[in-house]
């Protein structure tokens, strides 16, 4: 006759209340709360001082010493070749006044002196001949001299006339430089002032923002706490033994009975009852443990 054996696995009571009693409930009430925003400020605004800051950028312009050196680079670079000629018309007619013109008046007048010592000379009509000849030739000879001067100091006017033009432009470009110099000076100066307000406001901002930044940090972990809280109670119900509440049953056939005989001879026999003095005296007979 055959055994049946049947294997039943039950949930241990102690485990079985506690996922009913403790963990589900529990997970119902997280998954059934309704979801809470966060109502804080999560960015710090801008400080009093950074506001101020923003409006001298905002209040900033070129500096007058910018335009003005705009201007004189513009005037320079538009100037017209007939522009230029008469500039430098203007300085050779003003070297005209100072060198030229009062040049030629001394040499008017030094040749008017020599005319005079000529006819101071002057004697007889073969004299007179003579003192034509000479005062001719000397007076020739001064006038020659005094029209190479001339041209000399003609194109010396012309040539410091062109000097005059190329110094005046190049102190035109130095001052020019010179005011947008000055002028980026005070503009970077500005920057430079409005930039640390800037920085000290941040520090302050920075601060604020921390605090808001702490607040925030603190409502995450209130959301959090019941996962973390149903993390260990899930734990928890993890570390129950493994096979807790499992039970055997078996029905049918001889084999308990088989079992339970097997369990008693060898009981016996370490014993003596079937020991080999017993089974010595029992030569001939075959051993029936079933009579």
Same mark, same amino acid.
């Given at each position: 006759?055959?055994?049946?054996?049947?294997?039943?696995?039950?949930?241990?009571?102690?485990?079985?209340?506690?996922?009913?009693?403790?963990?589900?409930?529990?997970?119902?009430?997280?998954?059934?709360?309704?979801?809470?925003?966060?109502?804080?400020?999560?960015?710090?605004?801008?400080?009093?001082?950074?506001?101020?800051?923003?409006?001298?950028?905002?209040?900033?312009?070129?500096?007058?010493?910018?335009?003005?050196?705009?201007?004189?680079?513009?005037?320079?670079?538009? #100037?017209?070749?007939?522009?230029?000629?008469?500039?430098?018309?203007?300085?050779?007619?003003?070297?005209?006044?100072?060198?030229?013109?009062?040049?030629?008046?001394?040499?008017?007048?030094?040749?008017?002196?020599?005319?005079?010592?000529?006819?101071?000379?002057?004697?007889?009509?073969?004299?007179?001949?003579?003192?034509?000849?000479?005062?001719?030739?000397?007076?020739?000879?001064?006038?020659?001299?005094?029209?190479?001067?001339?041209?000399?100091?003609?194109?010396?006017?012309?040539?410091?006339?062109?000097?005059?033009?190329?110094?005046?432009?190049?102190?035109?470009?130095?001052?020019?430089?010179?005011?947008?110099?000055?002028?980026?000076?005070?503009?970077?100066?500005?920057?430079?002032?409005?930039?640390?307000?800037?920085?000290?406001?941040?520090?302050?901002?920075?601060?604020?923002?921390?605090?808001?930044?702490?607040?925030?940090?603190?409502?995450?972990?209130? #959301?959090?706490?019941?996962?973390? #809280?149903?993390?260990?109670?899930?734990?928890?119900?993890?570390?129950?033994?493994?096979?807790?509440?499992?039970?055997?049953?078996?029905?049918?056939?001889?084999?308990?009975?088989?079992?339970?005989?097997?369990?008693?001879?060898?009981?016996?026999?370490?014993?003596?009852?079937?020991?080999?003095?017993?089974?010595?005296?029992?030569?001939?007979?075959?051993?029936?443990?079933?009579?």
């Amino acid at each position: 006759m055959g055994t049946t054996q049947k294997t039943k696995t039950e949930m241990d009571p102690i485990q079985q209340e506690y996922l009913t009693g403790t963990l589900l409930p529990f997970a119902k009430d997280i998954a059934g709360r309704a979801f809470t925003p966060y109502t804080g400020d999560r960015v710090a605004g801008l400080t009093d001082l950074q506001r101020a800051a923003l409006s001298g950028y905002g209040g900033l312009s070129l500096p007058s010493e910018l335009g003005e050196a705009a201007g004189i680079y513009r005037g320079m670079a538009t #100037q017209t070749p007939e522009q230029r000629a008469a500039d430098i018309a203007q300085y050779t007619q003003q070297y005209t006044q100072n060198v030229i013109d009062p040049t030629l008046a001394a040499l008017e007048r030094q040749r008017g002196e020599r005319e005079v010592g000529l006819k101071a000379g002057r004697g007889s009509a073969f004299g007179n001949l003579a003192y034509e000849t000479r005062a001719g030739a000397e007076l020739g000879a001064f006038d020659v001299g005094m029209a190479q001067q001339l041209g000399q100091l003609q194109t010396q006017g012309y040539q410091s006339a062109l000097a005059r033009a190329a110094q005046e432009d190049a102190q035109r470009m130095q001052a020019a430089g010179a005011l947008a110099g000055t002028g980026m000076t005070g503009l970077q100066a500005q920057q430079a002032i409005l930039g640390a307000q800037m920085g000290a406001g941040e520090a302050e901002r920075a601060l604020s923002q921390a605090d808001l930044d702490a607040a925030y940090q603190n409502y995450l972990m209130a #959301q959090q706490y019941p996962l973390q #809280q149903f993390g260990v109670l899930s734990g928890a119900a993890g570390a129950f033994p493994a096979g807790i509440g499992t039970t055997t049953e078996t029905t049918g056939g001889l084999g308990p009975a088989l079992s339970t005989i097997g369990s008693v001879g060898l009981g016996l026999s370490g014993a003596g009852v079937f020991g080999p003095a017993a089974m010595a005296g029992a030569q001939g007979m075959k051993f029936n443990p079933f009579g």
